[in-house]
């Protein structure tokens, strides 16, 4: 991760409004609260845990993370979550030492990592260190473990065998998973859609759902498994949305229709909603695609065939590539062309590269001979691709370049002056991977240009013309 960067004003500004709504019932009394792992999700789960009141404490394995964070400084890019931990440092420590956390804490999140291993399950051995650790270091322990990781279904259950296995009776467990979005974070925990909790001890959940209460959350209180199923299931139907409105852009390109139009159609029936139907080059990102194959992989290993998610994978692999057939159908052979691709992150607002379409069109780019320029506001390296330059403004980017690819949707992208620009490529080809361009300016800007489902000329007139 980059060090943090300014954002604009109003994006903090929705972040500081969300926590400024939260105000604790006179019942509230806050807890001690302790979170393994201080990442992404450790880190604003700890930080807007002492927002609400909590006093809590963190800890790591990495000393220089820790060491940070007791400077003050936030190892990760995540808009208002720098204010938020200066305004309440005085709740928040930073421990290397489990005994530490242990002392201090009655309740305990886990957020470490659980990234997908080879077989495309999820690795659980920084869960199951902690279970070791624990029970060598706290044999008396009477902890409450909260998961907040995203961990597979039964993982509740091999985490209570390997506790009771190892005398540690007196600890509980709670599944209360994430649905945190990368640059919406603190929104997103201060204001959530649902707060989940499964547990088979029902004193355990309410204390548990007792740390939620300043937010007067919609609570879902259910059984382990079910918590556990609710966060795949979730991040598996908003990718296969994303997969499906792709697949329809890509009919769309067909038969001369606007995707962009038929999703807000589409979205106007409440049953459907129009959140996550937005066409492009596919979904990247540290959740979907590694939950979406670890669902999958989840029910191939209890012998269920899921048909569905193998779709949804595949779709968005391909549609990453059909940039490649775009580029070859206006340029030809791309063999030294210069293509700049404008964003890098996997979206906007963060500096998050995991599973960044960038990665994958930029070596497939490569491996067709052509050059590769990249620009991103925040990302200044393309580290596991080699040869890609990286231009210090998306203006230098477009100099001499044969096409201009949009991969991430940054407000910088669509602000650039696209009508002065078309001069200084060599040849106005761009392909918009985000449909963040409006296509008829780009065609009266002189471009050649091609979105996802949308073409020029699909405007009311457009369709037609088209008959
Ligand atoms: C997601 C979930 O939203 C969150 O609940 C979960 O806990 C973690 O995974 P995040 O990965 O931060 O959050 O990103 P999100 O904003 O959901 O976008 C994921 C990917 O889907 C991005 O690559 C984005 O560009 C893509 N996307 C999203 C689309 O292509 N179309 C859409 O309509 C929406």
Redesign the pocket.
């Known amino acids: 991760m980059t060090e943090p960067h300014a954002m604009p004003d109003d994006e903090t500004s929705a972040t500081a409004e969300a926590v400024a709504a939260v105000e604790a019932p006179p019942s509230f009394t806050p807890a001690r609260v302790g979170v393994i792992g201080a990442g992404y999700v450790g880190l604003v789960t700890g930080v807007c845990m002492a927002a609400l009141g909590h006093q809590v404490t963190l800890r790591d394995i990495d000393a220089r993370k820790v060491a940070a964070l007791n400077d003050g400084q936030v190892p990760i890019y995540e808009p208002g979550l720098d204010d938020l931990m200066a305004e309440h440092a005085q709740r928040l420590t930073y421990t290397l030492s489990l005994e530490r956390l242990l002392d201090r804490s009655d309740i305990v999140f886990i957020a470490v990592d659980t990234p997908p291993s080879y077989s495309g399950d999820a690795d659980l051995s920084r869960v199951m260190g902690f279970v070791e650790e624990l029970a060598n270091l706290g044999p008396e322990a009477r902890q409450i473990l909260v998961m907040k990781s995203t961990v597979p279904v039964g993982t509740g259950r091999r985490v209570r065998q390997m506790l009771e296995a190892r005398g540690l009776h007196g600890v509980g467990y709670v599944s209360n998973p ?6 919406d974070a603190i929104a997103d925990f201060m204001n959530p859609d649902r707060v989940v909790i499964g547990a088979s001890d029902p004193e355990h959940a309410d204390r548990v759902a007792g740390l939620y209460e300043p937010l007067q959350a919609k609570i879902l209180r259910t059984s382990v498994p079910t918590a556990e199923m609710v966060k795949y299931a ?2 598996a139907f ?1 990718a296969t ?2 997969s499906f ?1 792709n697949e329809i852009a890509n009919v769309c390109e067909e038969v001369g229709a606007d995707v962009a139009v038929v999703a807000d159609g589409m979205g106007m029936d409440s049953r459907i909603g129009r ?6 080059i ?7 695609p590694k939950d979406v194959t670890a669902l999958k992989q989840l029910a191939g290993n209890s012998g269920y065939h899921f048909q569905l998610l193998t779709s949804v994978i595949e779709v968005n692999e391909l549609q990453k590539r059909r940039v490649i057939g775009k580029l070859k159908k206006h340029l030809g052979d791309l063999r030294g062309a210069r293509i700049a691709l404008l964003g890098l992150a ?2 906007p607002g ?1 500096d998050d590269m995991r599973e960044a379409a960038s990665l994958v069109l930029a070596g497939r780019l490569i491996a067709e001979g052509a050059q590769v320029v990249g620009w991103d506001p925040v990302v200044k390296s393309l580290d596991g691709v080699s040869g890609v330059q990286i231009a210090a403004t998306a203006e230098q980017a477009l100099q001499g370049a044969d096409a201009a690819v949009v991969v991430t949707e940054w407000p910088e992208v669509s602000a650039l002056e696209w009508t002065r620009l078309s001069g200084a490529m060599n040849r106005a080809v761009v392909i918009d991977g985000r449909n963040a361009l409006d296509p008829e300016l780009m065609a009266v800007a002189g471009y050649t240009y091609e979105g996802i489902g949308r073409l020029p000329g699909l405007g009311i007139g457009g369709e037609q013309d088209q008959g």
Do not use: H, P, Y
């Open positions: 994430e649905f945190l979005k990368e640059g979730s991040n908003l949305k994303i409105i959140a996550f139907l937005k066409a492009g596919g979904f990247g990102g540290s959740c979907f996997f979206k963060t």
